[in-house]
């Protein structure tokens, strides 16, 4: 079984500053793909990046960078320069790259809002 | 229209009646998921299509009822819900083989 857990309470960061957010996860399974969403408040899930268990080097897009840790079992999420349209939930995700479907696992997520 | 669609997006239902959630993808993908999030809980899978085919049904009860025509639409019926099904019902879809899924904005239902 997979399990993410999110534990941070809602997070503050002020504008234009980095902010990481923290992501654990557990699994027995050697090959499997981390990844993290936002959901603002208008609902929609929108992906942000994804780290593949093999890949060597962390994943970036833009302002966004994963920090794999595999030994450690953590995928935190860092956003750089933070803008005031970051402010929303963050969800950490998993999925086992076996058979043919795309499951994912998520967390809890967690509230970051960012302040002018 | 592009990526992922929902309608409606505002549902208040009896629980005697019966309403459907529609989901269309405009992305070209051959795979499609339903997840239910209720406030404070963590993404709940409930069903996945893959190439129109149901391949998983994640102990949902029988009062939600799948059905995805063709690989651009998926639907969930809902008949005699109670209030603890109120949440935010979401949409992916995927290409096999491809990791990510793309969600549409999901459909807030109420259930009184």
């Known amino acids: 079984a997979q399990k993410i857990t999110q534990t941070q309470p809602g997070m503050f960061v002020q504008e234009k500053e980095a902010v990481t957010l923290d992501c654990t996860y557990d699994t027995s399974d050697q090959s499997y793909g981390l990844f993290w969403y936002k959901q603002p408040s208008s609902g929609e899930m929108i992906f942000l990046i994804y780290q593949g268990s093999y890949d060597e080097q962390n994943a970036t897009e833009g302002r966004y960078s994963l920090n794999f840790q595999k030994a450690r079992k953590s995928a935190n999420l860092v956003i750089s320069a933070s803008q005031l349209g970051d402010s929303a939930m963050y969800f950490c995700?998993?999925?086992?790259?076996?058979?043919?479907?795309?499951?994912?696992?998520f967390g809890k997520g967690i509230t970051l809002s960012v302040r002018p | 229209e592009t990526g992922v669609t929902q309608t409606p997006r505002h549902l208040v239902m009896g629980m005697t009646n019966k309403k459907s959630l529609k989901c269309e993808q405009h992305l070209g993908h051959n795979a499609m998921y339903w997840y239910k999030q209720s406030a404070k809980k963590p993404l709940e899978l409930m069903f996945v299509y893959s190439l129109e085919e149901r391949v998983e049904n994640n102990s949902v009860p029988s009062r939600f009822s799948p059905e995805c025509p063709n690989s651009s639409h998926l639907f969930l019926h809902l008949h005699t819900l109670q209030p603890e099904d109120s949440a935010l019902y979401l949409c992916?879809?995927?290409?096999?083989?491809?990791?990510?899924?793309?969600f549409g904005p999901g459909t807030r239902l109420t259930v009184t």
């Open positions: 995700a998993m999925r086992a790259n076996t058979g043919a479907n795309s499951k994912l696992t």
């Open positions: 992916a879809s995927s290409q096999l083989g491809v990791q990510e899924q793309y």
